[in-house]
Nanobody, 124 residues
Framework: QVQLVESGGGLVQPGGSLRISCAASGFTLDDYGIGWFRQAPGKEREGVSCISGADGRTFYRDSVKGRFTISRDNAKNTMYLQMNSLKPEDTAVYYC?????????????????WGQGTQVTVSS
């Protein structure tokens, strides 16, 4: 049974850092990769970052480049999103998701399994 469980969200001040995790079970991250999405109140879900299963290539949306880093621990079958220099506009529920075809995409429709989400709030 495929499961994705996010953790590590919380409240952080602007300019602060947070690392969120996505623990996978029922499949191997190496084979599929993982995407991170976020959804703020009243806004559509948007792709934030992705790491490809096949070759480990990473992708970031422009607004988080240089601030966020995606990584994986194959031994733990867990993905991480390290978020630095956080801004209030980063406030959202963050989701990890498994790409259906093992390739990175910013389209939510191309992901078949989703975690329950973890809240990240950036505020003073």
């Amino acid at each position: 049974q495929v499961q994705l469980v996010e953790s590590g969200g919380g409240l952080v001040q602007p300019g602060g850092s947070l690392r969120i995790s996505c623990a996978a079970s029922g499949f191997t991250l190496d084979d599929y990769g993982i995407g991170w999405f976020r959804q703020a109140p009243g806004k559509e879900r948007e792709g934030v970052s992705c790491i490809s299963g096949a070759d480990g290539r990473t992708f970031y949306r422009d607004s988080v480049k240089g601030r966020f880093t995606i990584s994986r621990d194959n031994a733990k079958n867990t993905m991480y999103l390290q978020m630095n220099s956080l801004k209030p506009e980063d406030t959202a529920v963050y989701y990890c998701a498994r790409p259906t075809y093992s390739r990175c995409s910013y389209l939510a429709s191309e992901y078949d399994y989703w975690g329950q989400g973890t809240q990240v709030t950036v505020s003073s």
